[in-house]
């Protein structure tokens, strides 16, 4: 997951020269805070999000091109 990841980003930063990427995801799901947290994104909110099995609380992480640069070291995306 993490190359996908890594992917993602760097297209998001690189391709589309967006400045933030922000990704909301239950604070049930670990394994979700733990890409998150891998790609250096922070939480920068709690909330309460609708998902299918209900409501639970949600943290909103982020990471910004300037503060995540020094961390992403998968290069650019390259084709298949």
Request: net charge negative; hydrophobic share 40%.
């Amino acid at each position: 997951m993490s190359e996908a990841s890594d992917a993602v980003t760097d297209f998001w930063f690189e391709s589309l020269n967006f400045p933030v990427l922000r990704a909301p995801q239950a604070m049930q799901n670990l394994a979700s805070r733990g890409s998150s947290e891998k790609q250096g994104m922070r939480i920068i909110a709690v909330e309460g999000r609708d998902y299918v099995s209900g409501g639970f609380p949600a943290e909103l992480s982020e990471i910004t091109a300037e503060n995540g640069a020094p961390l992403r070291t998968a290069g650019p995306v390259r084709p298949l």
